[in-house]
């Protein structure tokens, strides 16, 4: 009986045919790419939004009125976030003018912002 639950055991944890031991060159997920883009969304903020806008705990809105990036983060998640800016970039927002950046820019910013954290 011992010898029927072990072998059946074995088969249980041996891989399976197509599974992951037999297909190792499947992606997997990878904290790199997120830390990249909000390595490269950092340093957007800091060349285009901080001359108005707290872009990090460590510093202060220069502009009154301008919301920190940390407020933001509290206010919007990913999705919404990603709308908010688009829109912001595309039409401006009340004293904030249209910034010309492209898609990819946005989604390195909203990974900045979430990296962040919560408020």
């Avoid at 009986?1 to 944890?13: F, H, K, R, Y």
């Avoid at 997920?29 to 707290?54: D, L």
């Avoid at 940390?70 to 003018?97: C, S």
Wanted: aromatic share 6%; glycine share 6%.
């Amino acid at each position: 009986m011992n010898l029927i639950v072990a072998s059946m055991l074995l088969a249980l944890a041996a891989p399976m045919p197509g599974g992951p031991a037999a297909n190792d060159h499947a992606p997997r997920w990878s904290p790199a790419p997120a830390a990249a883009a909000a390595a490269r969304g950092r340093r957007f903020a800091g060349q285009v939004c901080a001359s108005c806008h707290a872009i990090d705990a460590s510093t202060h809105s220069r502009r009154p009125g301008a919301p920190s990036f940390m407020t933001l983060r509290g206010q919007y998640n990913q999705l919404t976030l990603r709308r908010k800016l688009t829109d912001i970039i595309e039409t401006g927002h009340y004293q904030m003018p249209p910034v010309k950046v492209d898609s990819d820019q946005v989604a390195d910013l909203v990974a900045y912002l979430d990296s962040l954290g919560a408020p």
